[in-house]
């Protein structure tokens, strides 16, 4: 069984920094790209960015690029999104998700999903 677990939410201020984490099991990790989306009420699913089965491509959404790092330790089954210079317009649930073919941006795409973590970024 496949299994995505965020962790590393949490409250933070805006300018402030998280890192989050997803740990993989039930899946051979270093074969799948991983991508990290974010839902806030109201509105829906979007792409934050994704990385490579070998962690070698990486790929942004333009409102995080230069502001958060995602990477992988395949050696540990995990993915994680250093989130830097948060903004109040960051709050929502975070999400990893895995696929095993490509990067993509879209979420129907992706085969697993994690449970999600919130970051609430307050002004």
């Known amino acids: 069984q496949v299994q995505l677990v965020e962790s590393g939410g949490g409250l933070v201020q805006a300018g402030g920094s998280l890192t989050l984490s997803c740990a993989a099991s039930?899946?051979?990790?270093?074969?799948?790209?991983m991508g990290w989306f974010r839902q806030a009420p109201g509105k829906e699913r979007e792409f934050v960015a994704a990385i490579s089965w070998s962690g070698g491509n990486t790929y942004y959404s333009d409102s995080v690029k230069g502001r958060f790092t995602i990477s992988r330790d395949n050696a540990k089954n995990t993915v994680y999104l250093q989130m830097n210079s948060l903004k109040p317009e960051d709050t929502a649930v975070y999400y990893c998700a895995a696929v095993l073919v490509g990067a993509p941006r879209n979420a129907y795409e992706y085969d697993y999903w994690g449970q999600g973590t919130q970051v609430t970024v307050s002004s």
């Open positions: 039930g899946l051979t990790f270093s074969t799948y790209a």
